[in-house]
């Protein structure tokens, strides 16, 4: 197989996101199925390649470029109109199209049905986010009654719902990017997450939303929003809640019910499977085998 050169704008405390460490962790499996690398093009980093230098090169053919950074892809994919490339995309809704030329491989069936719509004569396959080990039931005491973390939460969230819950119950507000949630989601009965708002400010889908499906795999009870990707494995009456339902006061009542449950079913692990590694690298090495033989096609 071709090498993928992950392309990012930079690994730094600058760029540092969801969405960053998303990526990271595709290129850290993609590593397992073939030769992989990352390709800074924004900001020149110590021990890593900048696509600036690599593109003076003759002959790219064996380099595959995976682009991801949606604000950056109408560029990134004119430079490379010459070479091999493939957009690996999370949200949808930048407003950009793309030659039939690139293959699209997505993070969510939301963002898949968007790009067949969007463009039906390109390549387009599925593949979800990985769900860590780590984010699962460890039983630990849950000594938080709710949990919620301020990026990407509603103003209702914030100004309406969370006053109203922090007179009733016990709320954990947290702020700014925590590297792993996994022990917070342990010890919370309640995860809150609502982002349709902020998604809609920014003119763009949710893409996956791996905060809500990280907390339902540690065993823990989500009210949420199910907009854009979320809509891939939230299922309100079955696995989660659909927040901000009718009025703030109805919502305290659902969430307090939930709370005082001490028979709340917890989630199958064969719900989780499809996001786990091992299938994630089974898919993996379907995907990359046919855009191989793609990019054979094309370039004969």
């Not at 682009?67 to 004119?78: E, I, N, Q, R, Y």
């Not at 709320?171 to 982002?195: A, M, P, Q, W």
Request: proline fraction near 3%.
């Amino acid at each position: 197989m071709r090498k993928l050169l992950f392309l990012l704008p930079g690994t730094g405390k600058r760029f540092a996101c969801g969405g960053l460490w998303a990526e990271l962790k595709a290129f850290n499996l993609a590593k397992q199925v073939c030769s992989a690398e990352v390709v800074t093009y924004k900001q020149r980093e110590k021990d890593t390649p900048f696509l600036d230098d690599l593109l003076q090169q003759k002959d790219l053919s064996d380099f595959i470029f995976v682009m991801s950074w949606g604000f950056d892809v109408a560029k990134l994919a004119t430079r490379l109109k010459n070479h091999n490339a493939i957009y690996h995309a999370h949200s949808a809704g930048y407003g950009f199209k793309l030659p039939s030329s690139i293959p699209i491989i997505t993070v969510s069936r939301n963002t898949l049905g968007y790009w067949g719509q969007l463009s039906p004569n390109s390549l387009i396959y599925y593949l979800p986010n990985q769900i860590s080990d780590e984010f699962s039931n460890q039983h630990l005491n849950r000594d938080i009654d709710v949990l919620v973390h301020t990026r990407k939460s509603s103003e209702y969230l914030l100004k309406q719902l969370i006053p109203a819950l922090q007179r009733r119950c016990r709320v954990e507000v947290i702020s700014g990017y925590i590297d792993s949630l996994s022990t917070l989601f342990n010890r919370s009965k309640v995860y809150l997450y609502d982002s349709a708002e902020y998604w809609a400010q920014q003119r763009v889908t949710e893409g996956f939303g791996l905060q809500p499906m990280e907390a339902l795999a540690s065993g823990c009870q989500v009210f949420s929003s199910v907009n854009g990707g979320l809509s891939d494995y939230l299922d309100p009456g079955f696995n989660c809640y659909k927040i901000a339902g009718y009025s703030t006061e109805y919502d305290v009542k659902r969430v307090l019910k939930v709370i005082h449950q001490t028979d709340s079913s917890a989630l199958s692990e064969a719900f989780i499977e499809e996001y786990r590694s091992h299938n994630i690298l089974r898919r993996l090495e379907v995907i990359l085998t046919e855009i191989n033989e793609f990019f054979d096609h094309k370039q004969n």
